[in-house]
C-alpha cells in the first residue's frame, strides 16, 4: 500500500518537494498552458507520477486541468 498524506509528494531521489516543483514550473512555463509530457520532460518524472501529483493539485484547487480530446491533458 502506498502512504497516503504530504509524504508521498516527497521526491526520493534529491529530498525535493515534486509538489512544490510541479507549482513552480507551471508558473514558470513559457506559456499559460501546459501538457503533461512537457511537465514530464522538465520533472524527469515518469507519467504516472506527475500525473497522480497534478491530480492532487486539481483536488486541492491549486491548479485547473482540461482534456483535450485526441490531444491529451492541459494543466
Known amino acids: 500500500m502506498a ?40 520533472l524527469d518524472r515518469p507519467f504516472e507520477t506527475v500525473s497522480r501529483e497534478l491530480e492532487r493539485l486539481v483536488d486541492e484547487g491549486t491548479v485547473e486541468h482540461v482534456r483535450v480530446r485526441d490531444r491529451g491533458h492541459l494543466w
Open 3 to 42: 502512504p497516503s498524506g504530504r509524504d508521498e509528494w516527497r521526491d526520493g531521489d534529491d529530498g525535493g518537494d515534486l509538489r512544490d516543483r510541479l507549482v513552480s514550473e507551471l508558473a514558470a512555463a513559457p506559456r499559460p498552458v501546459v501538457n503533461t509530457h512537457y511537465l514530464m520532460t522538465r
